[in-house]
Nanobody, 119 residues
């Protein structure tokens, strides 16, 4: 399966910004969608944002207007620009990709990057 490598997490003050990146370890011919999920302390993993190969996007209500997802198809990379961060955004953020492999549809996950919003 394709490996995903995330970067860009860290500690930021409330109101600050971070940009997460996620790159596939190899070229993927057919990407259906890429996205970001997060899991906060004591919480279940939840969808943050998703982008399809034709650039349709979907966001969790809690991040609409603050986060922006984008994808570089040529580089098999997805980004998450996070602005106006809140303590409630503190979580491990996971990148995911859904892609075609022969007649199959496969799903890979990154190992996660920690985002901490605190003063």
């Amino acid at each position: 399966q394709v490996q995903l490598v995330e970067s860009g997490g860290g500690l930021v003050q409330p109101g600050g910004s971070l940009r997460l990146s996620c790159a596939a370890s190899e070229n993927i011919e057919t990407i259906y969608a890429m996205g970001w999920y997060r899991q906060g302390p004591g919480k279940q993993r939840e969808l943050v944002a998703l982008i399809t190969s034709n650039s349709n996007t979907n966001y969790a209500d809690s991040v609409k207007g603050r986060f922006t997802i984008s994808m570089d198809n040529a580089k098999n990379t997805v980004f998450l620009q996070m602005n106006s961060l809140k303590p409630g955004d503190t979580a491990v953020y996971y990148c995911t990709v859904v892609y075609g492999y022969g007649l199959q549809s496969l799903n890979s996950w990154g190992q996660g990057t920690q985002v901490t919003v605190s003063s």
